[in-house]
């Protein structure tokens, strides 16, 4: 891959990335038990650029989907818990899949992020508050977190199986491993 296609394609998932943010903060809130509690799906996005690009690459588009997303609609708030989530569930979603296709698929990669993601916001929210019982939170946004995770991977899965040019990107990123 060229570095002018390579641009192109961290663009193509940032953008999409941001869209599908926006589009989820919109929607209206699904989960009567966990206020707060979200899909994730901005983490299809994620996850095939984890599959398809460098390390270095998937840290960009998920600082330009971050950047993005709180410019066009959110505030420091928001961008504090999303970075924190944001990052913690890279860098778990990195370290699992570092296990190998033949420990854990896609999905548990998700999953890991999805659980991690929430890990991240609770930290925030319990500095933020100065108590440590935010944290009591977390066995519910982790159901949930599975849940949603699950269905990302398997989403995410598809779509890397299924969309003939990914295949050449998830090529490309086996061959420099």
């Not at 928001?78 to 699992?96: D, I």
Request: a positive charge.
């Amino acid at each position: 891959m060229t570095k002018n296609q390579r641009l192109v394609y961290i663009a193509l998932l940032s953008a999409q990335a941001v869209i599908i943010s926006l589009v989820e903060r919109a929607i209206p809130f699904p989960f009567a038990v966990a206020p707060g509690a979200k899909l994730g799906l901005a983490n299809i996005i994620t996850c095939m650029a984890l599959y398809t690009l460098s390390t270095k690459d998937v840290l960009k588009v998920i600082i330009i989907r971050l950047t993005l997303a709180t410019l066009l609609g959110g505030t420091i708030s928001t961008f504090m818990y999303s970075a924190a989530g944001a990052m913690l569930s890279f860098f778990g979603m990195w370290l699992v899949k570092k296990l190998g296709p033949t420990r854990v698929s896609l999905i548990g990669v998700s999953t890991a992020g999805a659980v991690l993601h929430n890990v991240g916001q609770l930290t925030v929210a319990s500095w933020i508050a100065q108590t440590w019982t935010v944290l009591l939170y977390l066995p519910v946004l982790s159901f949930i977190g599975i849940l949603a995770g699950i269905a990302i991977g398997v989403v995410a899965n598809y779509l890397l199986t299924h969309v003939e040019k990914l295949h050449y990107y998830r090529y490309l990123q086996e061959v420099h491993e």
